[in-house]
């Protein structure tokens, strides 16, 4: 089974122009994700999707694939569909070019109830939150999901959200706190994985309300009635959407070190 991995890298990100370029202890951001990707193994090759020449070049220049896009794409599923056209690949892995500490003993975990479920379509991951900011943060994305580990929805809120208590009530109980987060909250990591056949259909489809009003891609499998199944991982993400979280990810390598 031919598996392909694909990383759309776009230089002009309205939170944070050329994050994929941006120096992390030495290489580039793109590099980390890049090499992080090739630990699978199950993946077969590894590209980058760009539709900007500084980043093909880079791409390039430490040894890895690049193919170059149009620049209309507006989202990156539609990025990685482009590139997945031209392949033979019966699953392509969509991995997301600000997630530089990624793993491939991660990726894999993605990939492996499509290989051993052929009704599978789509598959993410997910993993619990640990702290209240990180369910409060709008830059991270949430999920929950049903009794059988599929999608009921993604947002940028957070969700789900207790009824009985307010932010500020949550914020200052500790108590309340911790009772919270042993309900098992989840956040999402930047990672999907879907059957070729299945992401050029969905890369035809409109964005959707929901998908537009969140900028959340996933959303546009849910409204359309398809399933995504989200596999938990024990696994702490450092997504890159700002400036500032440059610094947090320095921090956790070099205390890996």
Not at 95 to 115: F, N, S
Not at 130 to 143: A, F, Y
Not at 205 to 219: D, N, R, V, Y
Not at 222 to 242: A, F, H, N, Q, R
Request: with cysteine; proline share 6%; charged share 30%.
């Amino acid at each position: 089974m031919k598996i392909t991995a694909i990383i759309p890298a776009r230089y002009g990100s309205t939170r944070f122009e050329g994050k994929p370029l941006i120096d992390i202890l030495g290489k580039p951001m793109i590099q980390w994700v890049y090499e992080g990707v090739c630990q699978s193994k199950w993946i077969g090759e590894v590209i980058v999707a760009t539709d900007d020449q500084r980043i093909f070049d880079t791409v390039q220049g430490f040894g890895g694939r690049a193919v170059m896009t149009s620049q209309s794409h507006p989202t990156g599923t539609d990025r990685v569909a482009e590139v997945a056209q031209r392949l033979r690949s019966e699953i392509v892995v969509n991995v997301q070019g600000d997630e530089p500490l990624i793993k491939g003993t991660i990726i894999d975990k993605a990939i492996r109830p499509l290989m051993k479920d052929k009704t599978l379509q789509m598959t993410s991951l997910m993993t619990r939150i640990k702290e209240i900011k990180d369910w409060l943060n709008p830059h991270q994305g949430k999920v929950v999901v049903d009794g059988s580990g599929f999608a009921l929805y993604f947002s940028r809120s957070p969700i789900p959200f207790p009824r009985d208590f307010s932010v500020e009530q949550i914020l200052s109980n500790p108590d309340t706190r911790e009772k919270l987060l042993s309900k098992k909250l989840y956040k999402t990591i930047g990672l999907y994985a879907y059957r070729r056949s299945f992401l050029l259909k969905l890369a035809k489809m409109k964005p959707t309300p929901l998908e537009k009003m969140e900028k959340l891609e996933q959303l546009r499998v849910l409204e359309k009635g398809y399933k995504i199944k989200v596999i938990p991982v024990d696994y702490e993400p450092v997504g890159v959407d700002i400036p500032e979280d440059v610094e947090k990810v320095i921090s956790h390598l070099t205390r890996k070190a």
